[in-house]
């Protein structure tokens, strides 16, 4: 089996709606140059007990922590993440600031050569943090760091889709437009 060995092609797309019916996507945008994701689901259990052992465990699940890193972080792509604005090249970031609602999609590179494709359904970033070094004898570069929480879809408890380029039951019509719209969920045919 394929391992994965790289990551590219991060993209966002805003969620205009979600409701009990449909989810509906802005148009992906791509991000920054990547360079590592790290996607992390949270789930909570309990043990159930009777007769002095465990009966069953139930489990809840709670969301996605997810960490980004980009190479850099143009100010517009703040200000889209952070729900800030960008007037005449200023960044202008507000306590009031609400970050919009999103799915985050890229694709990951195997060992044959194929890719791993991957879309959080639903989610949102936390206020980026900034890090800043004298410069020094050994230039050292700095990079963006992103943290979000996504979380399932409310019209279908979806909250992510993936998907291997050689699997032999993908469709190529969905790899093929993974970036130009975040995927439906496909329908199987009798």
């Known amino acids: 089996m394929a391992r994965q060995?790289?990551?590219?092609?991060?993209?966002i797309a805003m969620v205009t709606s979600?409701?009990?019916?449909?989810?509906?996507?802005?148009?992906p945008v791509k991000l920054e140059r990547a360079i590592s994701a790290k996607i992390s689901p949270k789930s909570n259990s309990d043990n159930i007990y009777s007769d002095d052992s465990v009966e069953d465990i139930?489990?809840?699940?709670?969301?996605?922590?997810v960490e980004i890193e980009v190479n850099q972080l143009a100010l517009e792509t703040r200000a889209r993440l952070q729900g800030?604005?960008?007037?005449?090249?200023?960044?202008?970031?507000?306590k009031d600031d609400i970050a919009p609602t999103l799915a985050l999609g890229f694709k990951s590179k195997k060992?044959?050569?194929?890719?791993r494709y991957v879309w959080l359904l639903k989610g949102k970033f936390?206020?980026?943090?900034?890090?800043?070094?004298?410069?020094a004898e050994k230039p050292k570069a700095q990079s963006a760091k992103l943290k979000g929480?996504?979380?399932?879809?409310?019209?279908?408890?979806n909250y992510r889709f993936i998907a291997d380029e050689d699997s032999i039951a993908v469709d190529a019509t969905i790899i093929?437009?993974?970036f130009t719209a975040v995927p439906d969920e496909p329908v199987t045919t009798p």
């Open 126 to 135: 936390e206020l980026t943090a900034d890090e800043y070094d004298t410069e």
């Open 18 to 27: 979600d409701d009990s019916t449909e989810t509906v996507y802005a148009t």
């Open 5 to 11: 060995i790289g990551l590219r092609d991060i993209h």
């Open 176 to 178: 093929s437009s993974w």
């Open 111 to 115: 060992s044959n050569k194929k890719y």
């Open 58 to 65: 139930i489990t809840a699940f709670e969301g996605v922590d």
């Open 84 to 94: 800030a604005k960008v007037v005449k090249g200023v960044l202008i970031e507000n």
């Open 149 to 157: 929480k996504f979380y399932p879809r409310e019209h279908d408890g």
